[in-house]
């Protein structure tokens, strides 16, 4: 394989393309609302209706707009696409007919939309509108170009400088500049190193990488494999959650294909670098999702974290330098060689470069997912993008990092996103999990349910963690079946200091953060549900 | 070679059963075609060690749940002492070490799910089937279990019934679905 045969193959499949793509959203959210149906339905359409020699009928990923799902978009019809929401199988017919001037009284959503409008897209531009299952596809687009330059015209260490010029940082959720990263496996010594993408997505309320790798799989291979010879690997593992099915069959399908054209494999490009990738299936532990935990769990063992250092830049997968980075982060590293480090590093704010991927979901008009750049304003994702509270509620609060994060009161809602100001609102960027909540939401039982998860998924190695969430589950039980004192709150306070200073790893170091925000905001909420205090300091004597 | 029945009572708890038959290598003395085939996928995995997960979840689509004896048939084959094996079976939740009922209906508790009401969904069924989650009814006819994030938020509460994802459910949808079942 070299360049000519990959754009004889882009040249290839671009003549055989049709002139209307009828573009169906098959991933996980609509096909769950039988879209594999409307797409047979569809294509039967188009044979009856004799539309064949014009029209194609394209499976394609994850088009955002989740909530009004299934989504069939229309390209070549009118300039911008047409695109039509909450489709029935039945309606695959009038679709059709549309396409010959019949009117039809279907959904037709507003291209205009400040949903879309709004979006920068880097890590999605390919969602919704490439066939995950076709690397022709990916290729037609461009895809492995990027790959085919680093190989033959980069040197390992300029591609980190490139990487760490675009200011990109983790996606994970901590935000460790990724260029630093991969400069630090780069130099550690060691023949052999391994790249792991943790696609192990467990924050409730986020979707962003099983959209991703059920939209562009091809992307976040080329991303790994960019990284791979950036850093010196020759293997990479892909760990992507057992509840994502479909996401691991697509990049079964991917991987296949891209070793079919020694795009992956051995003498790829017919340049001396190597590179091979297996997909290592989780089996639902939080846990994972935590650096050292999922290298265990990829070495088939209990997800336990450890002490860190040493990092697994120096010493991670069997002992080897371990590059580890989020599905998200790979997927930038495509569009950051082919448009340069200084293009990304225009895009976002002074410490926090290019755009992130939100899963904006709960008690909102507008859900689904959404690329914007980074310091946007909060305002804007929830009211404009997200079109506010349904049902004529107000919005309460916005929940960021999932169990990690915390909840950031409506009156913040001026801040603008990056990884800095959400700390300093107590909460953090996370993976990109963003649940709103209203007016009629129970703070006091957010805090509850989060921390029933951390209880649930502590992996039981330290006992801060262990035996801390189980106690702090504890106390705001009793605080929401009005049998607390002031006495529990403030121990509940201290409990949650020293759960988050003492723990061995990230799942018990963040596990309070949603009861010390709720606290910081709502402590009203906490403090309606106490009962006075008979026996505590200052209590009148009863007789 | 001989399976190491002797580990078993130290390590599993299996009071209603008889202990396990030792069994020749390769095959599995019951006959049973699905051992053949784990050991077929393990070999296509070369027995690796690091690949026990993956293994794992072959044998639980295969089997239905992770009984003692295929968790002791795979420690085996992966030359692995079964504490390890079962260490990891139970410390992930996606494996199940007891039998699932006829259907399954598991309801994503993530919390897109949780704050648009997956809670109340839980509690119908609950009230229904009068089993928890994580229990089968005594009929065998369902099991009832909770998920933590299924990844579906645009379409929450989001319910996975025998596999099959269904959207935006109201504790009534949900309940019709349960009852056509029983």
Redesign the interface.
């Known amino acids: 394989m070299q360049i000519e045969d990959l754009n004889a193959i882009a040249e290839k499949h671009i003549a055989s393309r049709k002139k209307i793509i009828v573009r169906t959203c098959m991933s996980?959210?609509c096909?769950?609302?039988r879209a594999d149906v409307i797409k047979a339905n569809l294509e039967k359409a188009v044979k009856e209706q004799g539309l064949d020699a014009d029209v194609e009928v394209r499976r394609v990923g994850c088009m955002g707009f989740?909530?009004q799902?299934p989504l069939v978009g229309i390209d070549g019809v009118k300039e911008k696409e047409i695109l039509f929401e909450h489709i029935k199988p039945e309606d695959a017919d009038s679709i059709i007919a549309t396409l010959k001037g019949v009117e039809s009284n279907l959904e037709i959503g507003d291209p205009n939309h400040p949903f879309f409008a709004k979006q920068t897209k880097i890590v999605r531009a390919n969602g919704g509108i490439i066939d995950p299952e076709k690397i022709e596809d990916y290729i037609a687009i461009g895809g492995y170009e990027a790959l085919h330059n680093v190989l033959t015209e980069m040197q390992p260490t300029q591609v980190v400088e490139e990487v760490t010029k675009s200011g990109l940082r983790g996606r994970g959720g901590a935000g460790f500049p990724t260029g630093l990263k991969w400069g630090t496996v780069a130099k550690s010594p060691g023949a052999k190193k391994y790249i792991i993408c943790n696609g192990d997505?467990?924050?409730?309320?986020?979707?962003m990488d099983?959209s991703v790798l059920e939209s562009d799989p091809h992307l976040v291979l080329e991303g790994m494999a960019i990284a791979a010879y950036a850093v010196g690997a020759d293997q990479g593992f892909l760990y992507v959650?057992?509840?994502?099915p479909l996401a691991i069959s697509r990049l079964q399908i991917a991987i296949k294909q891209a070793k079919a054209l020694g795009i992956l494999g051995s003498g790829i490009f017919e340049t001396p670098f190597n590179f091979n990738v297996d997909i290592?299936?989780?089996?639902?532990?939080?846990v994972c999702g935590e650096e050292t935990a999922l290298m265990m769990?990829?070495?088939?063992?209990?997800?336990t974290p450890r002490p860190r250092p040493p990092f697994p830049a120096e010493s991670g997968l069997f002992g080897c330098p371990t590059l580890i980075n989020n599905v998200e982060s790979f997927a930038n590293i495509t569009a950051i060689i082919k448009k340069g480090g200084d293009w990304y590093a225009s895009i976002g704010t002074e410490k926090s470069k290019g755009t992130k991927v939100f899963?904006l979901?709960?008690?909102i008009k507008n859900?689904?997912?959404i690329e914007v750049p980074m310091g946007i304003p909060l305002r804007q994702i929830v009211m404009e993008m997200g079109g506010g509270a349904p049902d004529g509620r107000q919005v309460k609060s916005v929940?960021t990092g999932?169990p990690s994060g915390g909840c950031i009161p409506a009156q913040f809602l001026d801040t603008p996103v990056d990884y800095e100001s959400l700390m300093k609102l107590g909460s953090i960027m996370g993976s990109g999990?963003m649940?709103v909540?209203d007016d009629t939401?129970n703070m006091v039982e957010?805090a509850k349910?989060?921390m029933e998860?951390c209880k649930d998924?502590s992996?039981g190695k330290c006992i801060p963690c262990r035996a801390g969430t189980a106690q702090m589950e504890n106390l705001l039980n009793k605080i929401i079946a009005r049998q607390a004192t002031q006495r529990d709150l403030t121990k509940l306070e201290e409990l949650c200091d020293m759960v988050k200073n003492t723990s061995l790893c990230g799942l018990g170091q963040t596990a309070p953060n949603p009861v010390l925000s709720t606290l910081k905001y709502f402590r009203n909420e906490y403090e309606e549900l106490l009962q006075p205090d008979k026996f505590g300091p200052g209590a009148t004597a009863t007789k | 070679m001989r399976l190491p029945t002797h580990f078993m009572s130290a390590i599993l708890t299996t009071a209603e059963k008889p202990p396990v038959k030792p069994a020749a290598d390769p095959k599995h003395a019951s006959g049973d075609k699905r051992f053949k085939i784990l050991e077929v996928h393990m070999k296509k995995l070369q027995f690796k060690q690091d690949a026990l997960i993956e293994v794992l979840h072959k044998a639980q689509e295969l089997f239905g749940y992770l009984e003692d004896d295929v968790l002791l048939f795979v420690a085996h084959h992966l030359k692995l002492p079964p504490s390890r094996v079962y260490g990891v079976a139970t410390f992930y939740h996606f494996f199940t070490l007891k039998p699932q009922g006829e259907h399954t209906c598991v309801v994503c508790m993530g919390t897109a799910c949780y704050v648009k009401g997956a809670d109340k969904v839980v509690a119908a069924i609950e009230k229904f089937a009068k089993i928890k989650p994580g229990e089968t009814t005594p009929d065998n006819k369902l099991s009832l279990l909770t998920a933590r994030c299924i990844g579906a938020c645009g379409i929450a509460p989001a319910v996975t019934y025998d596999g099959q994802v269904a959207a935006k459910q109201s504790p009534d949808d949900a309940l019709a679905k349960v009852k056509s079942w029983m």
């Open positions: 996980a959210g096909m769950s609302s989740c909530g799902g997505e467990g924050d409730p309320g986020a979707f099983r959650r057992a509840e994502y290592r299936i989780g089996a639902g532990a939080f769990s990829v070495e088939g063992k209990r997800g899963a979901t709960g008690k859900t689904g997912l929940q999932g999990g649940v909540m939401t957010i349910f989060y998860f998924e992996c």
